[in-house]
C-alpha cells in the first residue's frame, strides 16, 4: 500500500512515539481512577488519547493526500539550530550555570538573548525588528510573571543588583 502524505504519516508516527511515552512514563505513577485520580492519571491518558490520535492520522495517510502526493522536504537544519540555541540560552542567561562559571544574567538580558538568537531562523532577519520585538516581550514577561504573578526569579543580572 503506498502512502498518499508522507507528512501525515510522519506527524503520526511521532504522535503515537510522543504519546506512548508519555503513557509509559506515567505509569511510574500512581494512576488512580477517573473518580480519584492519582498524579499518574492525566499524562496516562492523555497520552493514550495522543497515541490514537497519531494512528489515526497515519492510517488517513494511506488513504487521503493531496494530488500528486505530499512529499517531506529537505530538513530546515538552521531553524532547528537556532531556536533550539535560543531556548538553551534563555535557560542558561534566565539562571545562570554554577559549573560553568556563568552566573544568573535576570530575565530581562535572557529574553533579549532569546529573540535575538531565534530571529537568526528566518533568512534576512533584521536586528532593529529583534530589538523591537526583545523589549516588548521582555516588558510583557516583567507586568505578567514579575508584577501580576509574583514569581520569584532574577530580573536584572546578578552582579548589577549586588
Known amino acids: 500500500m503506498a502512502l498518499a502524505s508522507q507528512k501525515d504519516f510522519f506527524s503520526g508516527l511521532m504522535f503515537t512515539a510522543v504519546g506512548g511515552a508519555f503513557a509509559w512514563g506515567a505509569r511510574e505513577y500512581e494512576i488512580g481512577e477517573a473518580a480519584r485520580m492519582g498524579p499518574g492519571y492525566f499524562p496516562f491518558v492523555l497520552g493514550i488519547l495522543l497515541a490514537i490520535l497519531g494512528m489515526v492520522i497515519m492510517f488517513k495517510s494511506f488513504t487521503s493526500g493531496p494530488p500528486g502526493g505530499d512529499r517531506i522536504g529537505a530538513f530546515a537544519w538552521r531553524p532547528m539550530v537556532f531556536i533550539l540555541g535560543a531556548n538553551l540560552a534563555f535557560g542558561a542567561l534566565l539562571a545562570g550555570v554554577p559549573a560553568l562559571g556563568l552566573p544568573a544574567f535576570g530575565l530581562v538580558i535572557a529574553t533579549y538573548a532569546l529573540v535575538v538568537i531565534a530571529s537568526f531562523a528566518?533568512?534576512?532577519?533584521?536586528?532593529?525588528?529583534?530589538?523591537?520585538?526583545?523589549?516588548?516581550?521582555?516588558?510583557?514577561c516583567y507586568v505578567a510573571f514579575v508584577y501580576l504573578l509574583k514569581l520569584q526569579f532574577p530580573v536584572w543580572p546578578a552582579f548589577l543588583t549586588n
Open 122 to 140: 528566518r533568512p534576512g532577519a533584521s536586528l532593529k525588528e529583534s530589538l523591537i520585538l526583545a523589549t516588548i516581550l521582555a516588558a510583557g
